[in-house]
């Protein structure tokens, strides 16, 4: 087939190695290949992503930049240390061109519902955001995000940190990236943000190498169909594959990169798949609405936030993380 792949991030640039095997395979992405980026802290576990680098011929190991031994969580003035079982920062662009070396990528290119259509047998929206090619998601939460990278000398901290807003409304990151740099940032439905940034570069003041800025969608897939529209079909954030609770996108997409790449031939069972694979995501995206909305009660939401913790308990590796439920709950009652 002639697959033409539209947005080079994580899931993008993942597919087209992999379709590349066996098609014609064209990427496009919107942004100048100098200011290709995105809000994301880098951050991932090794166990979760090591296996989608093997599949491209590349190592994880050469990529990562810095492995945490504690995140440190702040709630309500209060510390919450959870040990981290391979939850890393890797050099995410350098991963991502690595994967796509060799493709015919058009960068700076900006593409409309019609006009690929014609010229390919396949058109895939990995665009994460802006979801350009398929209808518009109805029920759409979004959450306004902004994210500088900072050079200390003296870091504030060691490791991993990070401070929900109030109502679980969304948080605030410092990422450890390696060689004195930093990812600080933060991302909130009330758009307190970006105050909560300002405040702590006033306290811990650092050299700011760069900024940029955008939405992160947490609807989950539930809510994002359709999936696929006549040539075109859905991949990663542009069809909800963001993680609610952690703002987490990048193993999810490579995991509906991997459902698409097993069902190019039947997206019927593509939607399934994807349904099955990220049903836990319609659970916890309830948990962060109703914290929202300040409806959120513990006792009579307990049961799903047992469910929440089995599946994320059983999935140490993959969350790079040691779960404890008495953790869990502190952070998610008291956000």
């Not at 995206?285 to 939401?301: C, H």
């Amino acid at each position: 087939m002639n697959i033409a792949i539209v947005g080079m991030g994580i899931a993008g640039s993942y597919l087209s190695s992999m379709l590349n095997q066996e098609h014609q395979v064209s990427g496009f992405d919107r942004l100048p290949k100098e200011n290709f980026d995105a809000v994301c802290a880098w951050g991932t576990s090794k166990a979760g992503i090591a296996k989608f680098a093997k599949n491209c011929g590349l190592n994880f190991e050469d990529y990562i930049t810095f492995t945490g031994k504690e995140m440190l969580v702040e709630v309500n003035g209060e510390m919450v240390d959870i040990d981290l079982m391979g939850l890393c920062c890797f050099d995410k662009i350098r991963f991502i061109n690595d994967m796509a070396n060799g493709i015919d990528i058009k960068f700076g290119k900006h593409v409309s519902k019609n006009t690929l259509n014609d010229d390919y047998d396949m058109v895939v929206d990995s665009t994460g955001l802006t979801r350009p090619l398929l209808p518009r998601v109805k029920e759409d939460l979004l959450i306004p995000c902004m994210q500088y990278k900072v050079k200390y000398n003296n870091p504030p901290f060691d490791d991993f940190y990070i401070k929900p807003f109030p109502g679980l409304s969304g948080y605030f990151w410092y990422f450890p990236l390696g060689g004195g740099f930093f990812h600080i940032g933060a991302g909130d439905y009330y758009q307190r943000h970006n105050d909560e940034i300002s405040n702590f570069l006033k306290k811990y003041p650092g050299e700011v190498v760069k900024k940029n800025g955008r939405p992160v969608r947490v609807s989950p897939p539930s809510l994002c169909e359709p999936f696929y529209e006549g040539k075109v079909v859905g991949v990663g954030e542009s069809i909800g594959t963001v993680y609610p609770i952690l703002g987490e996108g990048i193993i999810p997409s490579l995991q509906c990169a991997d459902l698409l790449l097993g069902n190019l031939n039947d997206m019927p069972n593509y939607r399934k798949r994807v349904l099955e694979e990220f049903k836990i995501y319609s659970l916890v995206y309830k948990i962060i609405k109703s914290k929202i909305a300040g409806k959120f009660n513990v006792t009579l939401n307990f049961p799903s936030l047992w469910s929440i913790y089995r599946y994320m308990k059983k999935r140490e590796d993959r969350y790079g993380m040691n779960i404890r439920m008495k953790k869990m709950l502190k952070i998610v009652v008291d956000s």
